[in-house]
């Protein structure tokens, strides 16, 4: 099953408490649960302070609470994910403080210098390795 094939059909699934992206991706053992939250909050660290608008690529579901800090210091949170389910989550869990594109982030037009921050996780290995270098370009 390909990338995009997954995350539109199985991904953003709930089995049980877990997405089915968790069920297979992460460690959901008891025993990490305070180390990967930890790891989840570290990024805080490495992004603007404040600002207007911040990009979450490949935002997914926005499916950790810890996930949800990375933009409460900007008015507007972008996401943008190629899946409908993604985004109909996200945009359950931003409501009127985000933008929201489903859409091939290469086909999509930001101005240049438009975010404060820009965030990706987990996305770079899922793109096709000749539009990799683009990505990280735009």
């Not at 390909?2 to 995350?7: A, E, G, L, P, T």
């Not at 991904?11 to 790891?39: M, Q």
């Not at 933009?71 to 507007?76: C, L």
Request: glycine fraction near 4%.
């Amino acid at each position: 099953m390909d990338v995009f094939k997954f995350y539109n059909e199985a991904g953003w699934s709930k089995s049980k408490k877990d997405t089915n992206d968790a069920i297979l991706f992460e460690d959901l053992r008891p025993v990490a649960k305070n180390y990967v939250s930890h790891c989840r909050k570290k990024i805080n660290k490495f992004i603007a302070k404040k600002g207007e608008h911040i990009l979450d690529f490949a935002s997914g579901p926005i499916q950790y609470r810890e996930y949800l800090s990375y933009s409460k210091n900007f008015n507007v949170r972008h996401c943008v994910d190629f899946s409908k389910k993604a985004i109909i989550n996200a945009k359950k869990k931003i409501g009127c403080n985000g933008k929201f594109y489903c859409n091939n982030f290469l086909n999509i037009n930001f101005k240049k210098y438009f975010f404060d921050s820009i965030i990706s996780l987990h996305t770079i290995y899922h793109i096709s390795r000749n539009d990799q270098k683009k990505v990280v370009k735009k």
